[in-house]
């Protein structure tokens, strides 16, 4: 069965620090992997896709990292600002299917950006 | 920024009851989705919708489902008689192609069963 799991389950830093969100996946066969920002209340917005081949892509503030071998990804956020605060979402895509319809999401990692 | 819009943002029917749920998607996205999310659990795949039919469906979205593109710019989601289980965040998406595309979602129906 497909799996996403991410770790921490929530977070708190102050505004300004560094934070890294970890997501490990077991989806096969693999085909993108997706990282999303949720505030509360509001639909996923995306931050980065990355394929098999791509081991970092960078949106802003954000990098993610991609290990295709070990089935690991990680969101590192630079300076973390109050905005910040949100669900961040890591979304398997499995190549079978390769679509959005195909997506395995995890269950999120609660960021919260203390002053 | 084009973004798809959701009515209504919220919406509290009784159990039995049918609703549906709008969304606006972007305009010139060829790939339409619903999900839904319940309160504190993970995001779930209902439903895709390409070329006016249902592409793919899950096993959620059972005989009480159906989608729509009524007029090439709507698209909805109808619950026939909703139950206590379908309350939950319903997120329509949007996406220009189906694989490497971003998906783009609205802020979600919040619906409540009671």
């Known amino acids: 069965k497909n799996q996403v799991e991410q770790s921490p389950q929530s977070l708190i830093i102050l505004e300004g620090k560094n934070c890294t969100l970890q997501?490990?996946?077991?989806?096969?066969?693999?085909?993108?992997l997706r990282w999303y920002k949720q505030d509360t209340g509001r639909g996923p917005v995306s931050l980065t896709i990355?394929?098999?081949?791509?081991n970092t892509k960078s949106n802003g503030r954000y990098t993610a990292t991609l290990d295709a071998d070990t089935k690991q990804s990680s969101l590192h956020i630079t300076a973390s600002q109050l905005s910040d605060s949100a669900s961040y979402i890591c979304?398997?895509?499995?190549?079978?299917?390769?679509?959005?319809?195909?997506?395995?999401f995890g269950k999120g990692t609660h960021l919260i950006i203390q002053p | 920024e084009p973004e798809v819009t959701q009515t209504p943002s919220h919406q509290v029917t009784q159990m039995g009851q049918e609703v549906i749920l709008r969304c606006v998607p972007i305009?010139?996205?060829?790939?339409f989705y619903w999900y839904r999310q319940i309160l504190g659990q993970k995001v779930e795949f209902l439903v895709s919708?390409?070329?006016?039919?249902?592409?793919?469906k899950s096993e959620i979205f059972d005989d009480q489902f159906s989608v729509e593109r009524p007029d090439g710019s709507n698209f909805t989601l109808k619950i026939r008689s909703t139950k206590l289980e379908d309350s939950a965040m319903y997120f329509c998406?949007?996406?220009?192609?189906?694989?490497?595309?971003?998906?783009?979602f609205g802020n979600g129906t919040r619906l409540t069963v009671t």
């Open positions: 998406a949007s996406s220009f192609d189906r694989v490497n595309s971003p998906l783009h």
């Open positions: 997501c490990n996946y077991t989806v096969s066969p693999f085909s993108n």
């Open positions: 990355m394929t098999f081949s791509e």
């Open positions: 979304v398997v895509s499995a190549s079978e299917r390769g679509g959005a319809d195909g997506l395995t």
């Open positions: 305009s010139n996205h060829l790939y």
């Open positions: 919708f390409y070329n006016n039919e249902i592409s793919e």
